[in-house]
């Protein structure tokens, strides 16, 4: 019998966490386009307002996306005058980058609404619950990333 009700919560996992990660993903793509960047390029601001001058290399692997994609993702911010790369005098070979500041602005206006967004989202589940709640995705989190490790 347990073997049974594992079967059938492994089933609902699978259907809720496809749920919400598409979910997730088109709440990511509206919040985005409402500052008229797109998805990778507004994950890319985040992750620059939250990093200090990373490589390309580093924000690739902190996104799970290819460094090629980074690069492409980066000359849009460039063109769009809200990234900067900066060659360390150290290795000219590398270069890291930067929020230029209006750059800096926008991620942080894009950080702040994010954050706004998702205390929409959780004051919609009872108050007795958000810190059970968070330590339960935190668990499955680490779970879905010991497996990928495998």
């Known amino acids: 019998m347990a073997d049974q009700n594992n079967k059938s919560y492994s089933i609902e996992?699978?259907?809720?966490?496809?749920?919400?990660?598409s979910n997730?993903?088109?709440k990511e793509i509206r919040h985005a386009k409402q500052y008229g960047v797109s998805i990778g390029e507004f994950r890319c601001l985040r992750s620059l307002y939250h990093k200090k001058?990373?490589?390309?290399?580093?924000?690739?692997?902190?996104?799970?996306?290819?460094?090629?994609?980074?690069?492409?993702?980066?000359?849009?911010?460039?063109?769009?005058?809200?990234?900067?790369?900066?060659?360390?005098?150290?290795?000219?070979?590398?270069?890291?980058?930067?929020?230029?500041?209006?750059?800096e602005k926008l991620a942080?206006?894009?950080?702040?609404?994010?954050?706004?967004?998702?205390?929409?989202?959780?004051?919609?589940?009872?108050?007795?619950?958000?810190q059970l709640m968070i330590e339960m995705l935190g668990q499955l989190n680490r779970a879905v990333e010991d497996w990928l490790k495998k």
């Open 13 to 21: 996992l699978a259907e809720i966490t496809a749920r919400l990660f």
């Open 24 to 26: 997730c993903n088109e």
């Open 53 to 103: 001058d990373p490589t390309v290399n580093q924000l690739a692997q902190e996104l799970s996306i290819t460094s090629s994609r980074v690069t492409r993702i980066v000359d849009g911010l460039v063109a769009k005058k809200l990234v900067r790369r900066i060659t360390p005098e150290t290795d000219r070979r590398i270069f890291n980058l930067s929020l230029t500041p209006k750059g």
């Open 108 to 130: 942080a206006e894009l950080v702040l609404k994010h954050i706004k967004i998702h205390e929409e989202i959780i004051s919609q589940i009872p108050e007795d619950v958000h």
